[in-house]
Every structure is written in structure tokens, then in C-alpha cells.
């Protein structure tokens, strides 16, 4: 195995324990945080504690190099996730999705290829959720939630498409937590 092969294990790992503390840290009671949540607006990592925008409107790592959307999600070239955030630290021009047992408020949102996303997903329920799309290109695109929780993230918006995204909780998209993301 060469030593990429077990840096990506080991970021998959990693991935895969913070997801985990998350879901206890909610089930237990110890998460908490309100809700709220497009386009092009840049947010400073102090702001929000996303990935910031740089100058020609990309999303970037902290050291300038263009985030990687495919990338495993917490890896140091994927989009930053916010810790719990306020509403009042949600930019106003996010795409503000609510998660529930019932689906995905909206279910559908438009964005422009190319550009600079900030995404804002609520647990609005007492339920953990995992927020992520289908497309392997977003698979660095990933919000765990406690109840009642929100979380930002920004990216940069893949070429036009439509991308499906749902919970990955088990049997959470079975009852409808699914929606769709149209690039144009």
C-alpha cells in the first residue's frame, strides 16, 4: 500500500470518527445550535468558519489553492464545514435548506456554474442528519447535523448538471429526504 493510498484511508477514518462523535454528541443532548442559511458572496473563515473566496471568486484553502470538491470530506483540499452556527452568521445570500423527517425545505435550489456556493443545512427536527450529494465530483460536499443544528459550507458549483443530494442516515432518503441542485 503506498503511503497516498493510506494518507486517503486515513482521512476517510477521520471523516468517518467526526461524523460519529457528532451523532452521539447529538443523540446525547450535547449539540445544540439554531437555524438558518447562494450564491457569490464571499465569507471570511473568521465569519463563518468556511473555506473563504478569493479574489476571482473561488473557493480556496486557507493557503489560496482552489478547495477539490471530489476531495474526502475534512481533508485539508476539500471545502471547510462550519462548526454549529447562529443564524446571524449565515451570509444572506446562502442557500438556506432545512432538513426534516419529512424531506428537504426547499427541495430543489438553482446555482450558477462556476461559482462561488455557500450552502446553509438545518436539522429541523430532534433528529441527527447527514447532508451529501450523489455525484462523486461533491463528494467532499458532506454536513453532519445534530438536532436542530446548522451548519455552512462553501464550494465552488460544478459544470451545468442537475445533482441529487440527500440524508445518509440509513433509511432517511427511504422516506423522502432527497432533493436536487440544478447547475446552470
Request: charged share 15%.
Amino acid at each position: 500500500m503506498n503511503q497516498e493510498t493510506k494518507k486517503m484511508i486515513g482521512w476517510g477514518i477521520a471523516a468517518f470518527v467526526v461524523v460519529g462523535i457528532v451523532a452521539i454528541l447529538a443523540v446525547t443532548g450535547n449539540l445544540k445550535t439554531p437555524n438558518t442559511a447562494s450564491n457569490k458572496e464571499p465569507i471570511s473563515p473568521t465569519a463563518a468558519g468556511t473555506s473563504p473566496v478569493n479574489d476571482e471568486g473561488k473557493v480556496v484553502t486557507p493557503e489560496g489553492v482552489e478547495v477539490k470538491n471530489d476531495a474526502v470530506p475534512g481533508a485539508p483540499e476539500a471545502p471547510k464545514a462550519s462548526n454549529p452556527v447562529e443564524v446571524q452568521n449565515i451570509p444572506a445570500s446562502a442557500v438556506k435548506l432545512q432538513m426534516t423527517s419529512s424531506g428537504f425545505t426547499p427541495s430543489t435550489f438553482t446555482v450558477d456554474a462556476g461559482s462561488a456556493v455557500t450552502l446553509s443545512v438545518t436539522s429541523g427536527d430532534e433528529q441527527t442528519h447527514i447532508f451529501m450529494f450523489g455525484d462523486p465530483s461533491l463528494s467532499a460536499v458532506a454536513l453532519g447535523l445534530g438536532p436542530q443544528e446548522t451548519r455552512i459550507i462553501t464550494f465552488n458549483a460544478p459544470v451545468r448538471g442537475e445533482y441529487s443530494f440527500r440524508c445518509d442516515v440509513p433509511g432517511h432518503s427511504g422516506r423522502g429526504e432527497t432533493g436536487k441542485m440544478i447547475v446552470k
